[in-house]
């Protein structure tokens, strides 16, 4: 993967010289991007190329053997549990296969992680879920249904409103397109 870096401007996130590997199989070798503020980028690649490994390490869900990660100049390759969750509370993710919470209801599921970082009742939560996953395109009445329940691209857009539904100064996406519904 090429370096890339948005000209006069510092990185929000670097990649060096990343390298992850499980067991025998070298998953990610010698991974370098710099991402700026405000810059959209892309990792396309085929399927196990290591896309999802990459962003998994990205926010330490995944620990890289060698090399060197930060996000605003905060090195996370060795960081504090407290300092990775500070950081990780930054970004929304939605996952490739959506990582819902099948015991819980729609609603729940898009704020969970507003509600962990915030005391806001149920009754507020529930009017946001209901806002986020209307500008998704999905029915309000669908906050009180369960995951199994819908289809995999309605599960993909709750996924994508449980990503956005804390307005995360970072967005990660896996896989953003795979099993949407037209």
Do not use: Y
């Amino acid at each position: 993967m090429a370096r890339h870096t948005a000209p006069d401007s510092p990185p929000k996130i670097a990649m060096d010289h990343v390298a992850k590997a499980f067991g025998d199989k070298q998953v990610l070798r010698d991974i370098s991007l710099h991402v700026a503020s405000e810059e959209s980028f892309a990792i396309i690649g085929t399927s196990g190329c290591g896309k999802s490994v990459t962003l998994k390490c990205l926010l330490g869900l995944l620990t890289a053997d060698s090399g060197s990660i930060t996000v605003d100049g905060q090195e996370l390759l060795g960081a504090s549990r407290a300092d990775l969750e500070a950081v990780r509370q930054r970004f929304g993710m939605t996952f490739q296969f959506g990582a819902l919470f099948d015991s819980l209801p729609i609603w729940e599921n898009v704020t969970f992680r507003l509600r962990q970082k915030t005391k806001m009742s149920k009754t507020a939560a529930r009017d946001i879920a209901a806002e986020t996953i209307t500008q998704l395109g999905l029915a309000a009445h669908v906050i009180d249904q369960f995951p199994a329940e819908l289809s995999g691209g309605m599960q993909k857009r709750v996924a994508l409103a449980r990503a956005i539904a804390d307005k995360p100064e970072i967005l990660l996406f896996d896989e953003p397109t795979s099993a949407l519904d037209p």
